[in-house]
């Protein structure tokens, strides 16, 4: 029996078409609350987003599901993991860098409802060690501590692209995203004598230019935290690449200067152990107690571990929900190549827009050579999950359920005692208009597409091609401008 | 090939064939300067990579408006995507990016 993936879309016009309405509508067609006993605690694990990243998930889809969850008799919590270094500047690889990054994006306990923790400590060394013989290429996983303890685990995932994952979808959320530090390392391929950067990249040291002619020099030494590069006095680079973990941090120095020639192994390597680092994350929950979730909105090419965010390449696609990490992320590619590319994005650039195109391998991906499918496919051969799948279109739950919870009264019941004690409408002024208003003007005058077509005011304080006008002294020469209309206002009104 | 390096190559051989026609020796100077600049960053990472493909894009796309018009004001579009390549070639950046 194929696994169900119940979709959709992203129109809205109603409270109960929103994204955060569809949210919940799928989670429960999927029956995922049903994993769910009371008393459980049940870990959202989401992508908090870099230091200047911006189409992470925006907060309020983990709010409330945290809340539905809490309805349900469930203890959340939202998280999300350190990161590799993988860069000289990253901005989430301690537990108090990452805090202070997921607050600057809103993601804090207040916003939530619910603790916003760190799932694998300070440093990234608090995991649970999963033995997964199935793995294509892993055969363990070092998965986030706090992940691995909880009852229940939902992956709340932004599905876009991403520059190694090629895709970053609910595996990749697992993969990489539910993994220690230490599981991260692995991931990568730390210390993999032919995957690994230390075991298989190209390293040409006479690429180095010399500390004259390279004014980050100093970079090259500061990129690595286990200081394996060393520029020597006579102007020579070193790497003690026997010792290299491939925390990343050094390719995108070394690889533009041409010191390092890029590794497609490495990448592709990376991508089939997401797969098995994912299904490890499964195995530590559970296999019936955890389910997935992905927003394909703001669909970014590149992930939300990239400082900045590019124009999505495709349209908002739909929200998914499933028990199936593997199939839902093929729903997922599959909807983004059957949809046209967004103008001007780099699905455009890379000329991958047309429908029926696929869109990551080009726009997502850093390198040229990496598919979409590795951690699909990767998944399917270690058990983890299928990619032939049901697509379930969901129908809408109706606007009841979608009401604002602290107070679903209707109007008159909620405003009318309090406006008559507060009357925030001024009715005794104006012989209850209320306000001073003119009681007619030419409301086509402002409507025309190069500009008005009525004067500026004469005493209006800025003009429209940049310089100033004196401001009145009193309100008097503002009343002029009423074109004889009897002025009711008080002193100070224009 | 990287593409990439193939769109620039491209490029390359169309301001080549163009500034064969320019009868101002400025401007002939400028293209060859252009071309020049071209070629220096070619072999770079960034252009062995994805990430340098939509600018190597719009080389050849100035590349080919200075061929059907061989004006300075196209020159000064096809320099201005060359200093854009001078700047972002040698960027640090992510693995990821």
New interface residues.
């Given amino acids: 029996m194929k696994p169900a993936v119940y979709f959709m879309d992203a129109r809205s016009d109603s409270p109960d078409t929103s994204l955060i309405a569809k949210m919940l509508t799928v989670f429960d067609a999927a029956r995922l609350g049903e994993m769910i006993s009371p008393g459980d605690v049940v870990a959202i694990k989401v992508h908090c987003g870099e230091w200047n990243s911006s189409a992470y998930l925006r907060p309020v889809y983990a709010r409330a599901l945290a809340d539905h969850i809490k309805e349900l008799g469930g203890r959340p919590f939202v998280c999300d993991t350190t990161t590799l270094t993988y860069s000289p500047f990253s901005s989430r690889a301690t537990e108090l860098d990452l805090l202070i990054t997921a607050e600057r994006n809103g993601y804090t306990s207040a916003t939530l409802g619910c603790p916003f923790i760190c799932a694998d400590g300070y440093v990234g060394t608090s995991d649970y060690r999963v033995d997964i013989p199935e793995g294509f290429i892993l055969k363990e996983a070092y998965i986030a501590q706090a992940i691995a303890a909880a009852d229940v685990l939902i992956a709340l995932t932004h599905f876009k692209g991403h520059g190694m994952g090629v895709i970053g979808g609910a595996l990749k959320n697992l993969g990489i995203g539910a993994q220690s530090k230490r599981g991260k390392f692995s991931v990568h391929m730390g210390g993999h004598p032919k995957y690994g950067v230390g075991g298989g990249v190209k390293f040409t040291p006479e690429a180095f230019k010399g500390k004259a002619n390279d004014v980050n020099w100093e970079l090259l030494e500061n990129c690595c935290p286990y200081g394996l590069f060393k520029v020597t006095a006579d102007d020579r680079i070193e790497w003690d690449r026997k010792r290299c973990v491939t925390c990343l941090g050094c390719l995108g120095l070394m690889n533009p200067r041409g010191i390092f020639e890029p590794l497609q192994e490495q990448f592709d390597a990376t991508d089939a152990a997401i797969a098995d680092a994912a299904l490890g994350a499964v195995k530590a929950v559970g296999r019936n107690k955890v389910g997935f979730i992905n927003m394909a909105v703001d669909v970014s090419p590149k992930c939300d571990c990239a400082g900045f965010s590019d124009i999505p390449i495709v349209p908002h696609l739909g929200v998914f929900a499933s028990k199936d990490p593997v199939a839902i992320d093929q729903a997922c590619v599959d909807a983004a190549m059957r949809s046209p590319g967004t103008p001007g994005s780099l699905s455009e650039e890379m000329g991958v827009a047309g429908a029926g195109q696929r869109k990551f391998d080009l726009a997502g991906a850093a390198i040229e050579g990496l598919s979409e499918q590795t951690t699909i496919n990767t998944a399917v051969v270690n058990g983890l999950g299928s990619r032939d799948h049901e697509l379930v279109h969901v129908a809408k739950a109706g606007p009841e359920r979608f009401r604002f919870p602290p107070d679903p009264r209707p109007t008159y019941k909620r405003f009318g005692k309090l406006f008559e004690k507060f009357q925030p409408f001024p009715r005794e002024r104006f012989d209850g208009q209320g306000f001073d208003r003119l009681p007619e003007v030419d409301l086509s005058a402002v409507k025309h597409p190069d500009g008005p077509k009525v004067s500026i005011h004469p005493h209006a304080p800025y003009h429209g091609d940049g310089t100033q006008h004196p401001a009145p002294s009193n309100g008097h020469a503002a009343e002029g401008h009423r074109h004889g209309h009897a002025a009711h206002s008080h002193s100070g009104d224009d | 090939m ?2 990439a390096q193939e769109l620039l190559d491209q490029a390359i051989a169309t301001v080549e064939a163009a500034s064969q026609e320019l009868r101002d020796e400025r401007l002939v100077a400028r293209a060859a300067a252009a071309v020049g600049e071209l070629r220096a960053q070619r ?4 252009f ?4 340098g ?2 600018l190597a ?1 719009k080389a050849k796309v100035t590349a080919d408006s200075l061929m059907n018009g061989r004006t300075a004001s196209n020159l000064e579009a096809l320099e201005a995507i060359v200093a854009e390549i001078k700047s972002k ?9």
């Fill in positions: 990287p593409r072999d770079k990472f960034f062995k990579s994805l990430v493909v939509p894009n070639a040698d960027a640090p950046g992510t693995v990821l990016t």
